[in-house]
C-alpha cells in the first residue's frame, strides 16, 4: 500500500484491476480469455478496416490517374486527327513536319523557267481555294511577314536549324515577326498577292536561308507526302 501514492492514481487504478484478477484467477480464466480473444477480434477489425482505407486511397489515386491517362488520351487523339489533316500520321510525339495547308492541288513545280517566272520557279505551288488556312510546317519562330514585290505577301518562318520557309501571295496573316509558332497553328490563309494568276500558296524552303531546294524533296524527307 505504500508504492500505491507514489505510483498516481491511475496506475493505482490499474494495479487494482489486476489485482481483482489477481483475487480469484479460477473465476475469471474463462471470462479473461474472452477478453483477450475480444482484443484480438477488435485488432483485426481495426487491420482490416486501416487496410480497407488504405485499399480506397490507393483505388482513388488509381482513379485519379486514369483519369489524367484519359485527358492525355483524349487530347492526343485531337491532336492527332489535326497531324493527320495535315498529312502527317505517325506518332505525334515524334512529328517534325506537316503539310502546310491541309486542301489543295499540286500546280507548278520547282525549277521551272517561263514566262511567268524571272528566274526558275523556285518553289512548289499548292493551289487552293483563297481563304484556305495556311498553318506552320514545324515549329519557328517568325522572321518576316511583309509584301515582297512578286510574292505579294509573304511570311517567312525560320526553323531551329536555320531553314527558312516561305509562304507566299497571302491575303492574310494572323501572325507577326518575331512570334514563336507551333507545328499546325495557322499562321495565315491563301491568297494571289504579287504575281499570280490565281490563289495558290507559292512554298519555298531555304535551308540555312541560303538557295532554295525543292518543297516537295524537303517534305518527303520529314516523311510526308504531298
Ligand atoms: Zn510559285
Given at each position: 500500500?505504500?508504492?500505491?501514492?507514489?505510483?498516481?492514481?491511475?496506475?493505482?487504478?490499474?494495479?487494482?484491476?489486476?489485482?481483482?484478477?489477481?483475487?480469484?484467477?479460477?473465476?475469471?480464466?474463462?471470462?479473461?480469455?474472452?477478453v483477450r480473444e475480444d482484443v484480438g477480434e477488435a485488432e483485426a477489425a481495426a487491420e482490416a478496416a486501416a487496410l480497407a482505407e488504405q485499399l480506397a486511397e490507393r483505388q482513388q489515386s488509381l482513379m485519379s490517374l486514369n483519369r489524367a491517362a484519359d485527358a492525355r488520351d483524349r487530347?492526343?487523339?485531337?491532336?492527332?486527327?489535326?497531324?493527320?489533316?495535315?498529312?502527317?500520321?505517325?506518332?505525334?510525339?515524334a512529328v517534325s513536319a506537316v503539310l502546310p495547308l491541309a486542301s489543295y492541288d499540286l500546280s507548278a513545280g520547282f525549277g521551272l523557267t517561263g514566262p511567268?517566272?524571272?528566274?526558275?520557279?523556285?518553289?512548289?505551288?499548292?493551289?487552293?481555294?483563297?481563304?484556305?488556312?495556311?498553318?506552320?510546317?514545324?515549329?519557328?519562330?517568325?522572321?518576316?511577314?511583309?509584301?515582297?514585290?512578286?510574292?505579294g505577301m509573304r511570311t517567312i518562318l525560320t526553323l531551329p536549324d536555320g531553314t527558312e520557309v516561305w509562304y507566299c501571295h497571302q491575303t492574310d496573316t494572323?501572325?507577326?515577326?518575331?512570334?514563336?509558332?507551333?507545328?499546325?497553328?495557322?499562321?495565315?490563309?491563301?491568297?494571289?498577292?504579287?504575281?499570280?494568276?490565281?490563289?495558290?500558296?507559292?512554298?519555298?524552303?531555304?535551308?540555312?536561308g541560303g538557295s532554295p531546294v525543292d518543297p516537295m524533296d524537303w517534305l518527303r524527307d520529314q516523311g510526308l507526302d504531298p
Open positions: 500500500m505504500r508504492a500505491v501514492p507514489r505510483l498516481g492514481p491511475v496506475v493505482a487504478a490499474i494495479a487494482a484491476i489486476v489485482g481483482l484478477g489477481l483475487v480469484a484467477p479460477a473465476a475469471h480464466a474463462a471470462p479473461e480469455a474472452v487530347a492526343l487523339i485531337g491532336y492527332r486527327a489535326v497531324l493527320a489533316r495535315y498529312g502527317y500520321h505517325g506518332d505525334p510525339e511567268l517566272w524571272e528566274a526558275e520557279h523556285g518553289g512548289q505551288d499548292f493551289s487552293a481555294y483563297a481563304g484556305e488556312p495556311l498553318v506552320a510546317l514545324a515549329d519557328a519562330v517568325v522572321t518576316e511577314v511583309a509584301y515582297a514585290g512578286p510574292y494572323s501572325v507577326v515577326a518575331g512570334q514563336q509558332v507551333g507545328i499546325t497553328d495557322v499562321i495565315g490563309s491563301v491568297g494571289t498577292t504579287g504575281n499570280s494568276t490565281g490563289p495558290h500558296l507559292h512554298l519555298e524552303v531555304r535551308p540555312a
